[in-house]
């Protein structure tokens, strides 16, 4: 059995028709369809595709292993992760995290609303391992403010349940206005600033105070598109 039948038994295994399962994972239906007949012999996708479906990557790519994620340790069962893909829910897996990518008008609302109710939209999902809490999220750096440590287009991971203490990467809005902005958080007395990496940029004095959306736990970089 090769990796295209596996991705065709993945899929039906979660009972998604190759649209649903391209949309999912983005990359179109042209692209999946090449791959479950055999045309393409392989993909960037696959980690998303297994965790999408409910099954092991590692067999999804070598048929290694048990076909089903078993979550050893982490008290979540196969049945579980398939409903969770099916509702369209965040998940955890052992080895990995499928994390919602959402956009900066989104995490502006996260500023606005108590953690508990945000339910974000997500663009996308990235596969990533696993640092933070069940709330975490990615955010695509939108400009240059944080070079050289982090480049336009590259992912971050943002923890919302953290408070945000001195010196760290955040996200932030001022308080009162919805619009969020990723910068170092820097404190000093009754002060409060946000402060670019980018020496190019501007520190941003707050006087009105920050409210923090989130504290950034680490990033992600792809290197090959499509």
């Not at 979550?71 to 829910?89: C, F, I, Q, Y």
């Not at 965040?90 to 919602?100: D, S, T």
């Not at 349940?161 to 206005?177: I, M, R, S, T």
């Not at 009754?190 to 409210?211: I, Q």
Request: charged share 25%; hydrophobic share 40%; net charge positive.
């Amino acid at each position: 059995m090769n990796i295209s039948n596996r991705i065709q038994i993945a899929r039906k295994h979660a009972k998604l028709t190759q649209k649903e399962l391209a949309d999912r994972v983005g990359v179109s239906q042209t692209a999946l369809n090449r791959l479950e007949c055999g045309r393409s012999k392989s993909s960037r996708r696959t980690v998303a595709i297994a965790l999408t479906c409910g099954v092991d990557p590692i067999w999804l790519e070598t048929g290694h292993g048990e076909m089903l994620l078993r979550g050893a340790g982490s008290g979540v069962t196969p049945e579980e992760v398939a409903k969770a893909v099916k509702d369209g829910e965040f998940h955890r897996v052992p080895l990995f995290a499928r994390l919602p990518l959402i956009s900066w008008e989104e995490a502006g609302r996260l500023c606005m609303e108590p953690i508990e109710s945000f339910h974000p939209t997500a663009e996308a999902w990235l596969p990533i391992a696993p640092k933070g809490s069940d709330k975490t999220f990615a955010l695509r750096v939108p400009d240059d403010s944080m070079t050289p440590e982090f480049r336009e287009g590259e992912f971050i991971i943002v923890d919302p349940v953290l408070p945000g203490k001195h010196n760290q990467f955040v996200v932030a809005c001022a308080e009162g206005d919805t619009a969020a902005t990723f910068k170092q958080l820097m404190i000093s007395g009754s002060k409060t600033y946000l402060k670019p990496l980018n020496t190019r940029y501007p520190l941003m004095d707050v006087p009105g105070g920050v409210r923090v959306c989130g504290v950034v736990v680490g990033k992600y970089k792809e290197y090959l598109a499509g």
